[in-house]
């Protein structure tokens, strides 16, 4: 009973450390404000040429402008308010060389803001690797699988009656 008493103000003093804490932190963070500065993030922030990528930007006038979106790497693009921040998509062109591109924004009001993206050719081979001629994986292995797999049941069966005729039936 003494070790639950414990327990309990322990628990107590736990949350009463957070509570504090948490209140603490509400009171030196300040008032919130929003929009004070200009952000731009494109997803994936590597990408290959073809890919389509996303753009969410933030502006300091509230979101409720549209602004635009402009890289070497796919052009000239609007970004739309969608719930409260800027939304808008590309396509890498197909030709675009690898390299790292800058993203600048532009807000309505001239704030700007600027990421990167980089560019990679990931180029896939057209074949597998030179590793033989498959000697070992010839066809039929599949059929002596199987009856090998329906022996051993058969034997296992065989030795079940067996054992059980040899010891006489089982009590129930």
Do not use: H, W
């Amino acid at each position: 009973m003494r070790g639950l008493t414990f327990l309990r103000r322990a628990l107590r003093a736990v949350a009463t450390a957070i509570a504090l804490s948490g209140a603490l932190a509400l009171l030196t963070a300040g008032p919130a404000r929003a929009g004070q500065n200009a952000s731009v993030e494109v997803t994936p922030s590597t990408a290959e040429p073809g890919t389509r990528v996303n753009i969410r930007a933030d502006c300091p006038d509230g979101n409720n402008r549209q602004a635009t979106v402009q890289s070497d790497a796919f052009g000239r693009v609007m970004v739309r308010p969608d719930n409260g921040v800027l939304t808008g998509s590309a396509t890498i062109p197909g030709n675009k060389p690898p390299g790292d591109y800058q993203v600048n924004l532009t807000c309505s009001n001239n704030n700007t803001a600027s990421t990167t993206i980089t560019v990679v050719n990931m180029s896939k081979p057209s074949q597998g690797p030179a590793t033989g001629g498959g000697g070992t994986a010839g066809g039929g292995t599949g059929t002596l699988v199987l009856a090998g797999g329906i022996g051993i049941v058969v034997l296992g069966l065989g030795f079940g009656l067996y054992g059980r005729r040899r010891n006489g039936p089982l009590p129930r």
